[in-house]
T-cell receptor
Framework: ELKVEQNPLFLSMQEEKNYTIYCNYS?????LYWYRQDPGKSLESLFV?????AVKQEGRLMASLDTKARLSTLHITAAVHDLSATYFC????????????FGTGTSLTVIP | KAGVTQTPRYLIKTRGQQVTLSCSPI?????VSWYQQTPGQGLQFLFE???????NKGNFPGRFSGRQFSNSRSEMNVSTLELGDSALYLC????????????FGPGTRLTVL
């Protein structure tokens, strides 16, 4: 069964600090997606990574993909309170008709 | 471009009843997926429809069913509701091809009493 693991599950960080969220997956998929979810809200698409070595940046967030290691990272630079949310990674598996598999989520709290 | 819409947004039912949730995808999107989200189990895949056909199904009992119409709108039905069915039900749409980014609706919060 395809597995998607994120760590850490919970992350409390101070403003202006840097940190990285890791996403490991067990399939050979070369496509990975990052989403953000605010409490009580739906999921918002952040990044779509479509090939090995892909890197995308938006503001203080940068996502990368290493398909050989089956690893994606979401790097947070100089965190601010507005980044507090739960972050999910997901892969889709062509062997199962592009079904999405989500990670467990990382709950990020940025402390002033 | 309008986003994914789901109705109703909130629903309260009692055990044993059944419920139907509706999802309207982004215009042009042919794939609709449904997820159940609970604090304990996280995001769990229910099923995916593409061009009116169920393409994938998650590990849920037969009480959970769905369908998709020719205009890509989708419904999911849960029969004989149980307390454990209380969850946020999310619908997502995508083009369904290689570029498979999923866009999520606001969700339906179902409470079973």
């Amino acid at each position: 069964e395809l597995k998607v693991e994120q760590n850490p599950l919970f992350l409390s960080m101070q403003e202006e600090k840097n940190y990285t969220i890791y996403c490991n997956y067990s399939t050979t998929s070369d496509r990975l997606y990052w989403y953000r979810q605010d409490p009580g809200k739906s999921l918002e698409s952040l990044f779509v990574l479509l090939s090995n070595g892909a890197v995308k940046q938006e503001g203080r967030l940068m996502a990368s993909l290493d398909t050989k290691a089956r690893l994606s990272t979401l790097h947070i630079t100089a965190a601010v309170h507005d980044l507090s949310a739960t972050y999910f990674c997901a892969v889709d598996d062509r062997d199962t008709g592009n079904q999405f598999y989500f990670g467990t989520g990382t709950s990020l709290t940025v402390i002033p | 471009k309008a986003g994914v819409t789901q109705t109703p947004r909130y629903l309260i039912k009692t055990r044993g009843q059944q419920v139907t949730l509706s999802c309207s995808p982004i215009s042009g999107h042919r794939s609709v997926s449904w997820y159940q989200q609970t604090p304990g189990q996280g995001l769990q895949f229910l099923f995916e429809y593409f061009s009116e056909t169920q393409r994938n199904k998650g590990n849920f009992p037969g009480r959970f069913s769905g369908r998709q119409f020719s205009n890509s709108r989708s419904e999911m039905n849960v029969s004989t509701l149980e307390l454990g069915d209380s969850a946020l039900y999310l619908c997502a749409s995508s083009l369904g091809g290689y570029y498979n980014e999923q866009f999520f609706g606001p969700g339906t919060r179902l409470t079973v009493l």
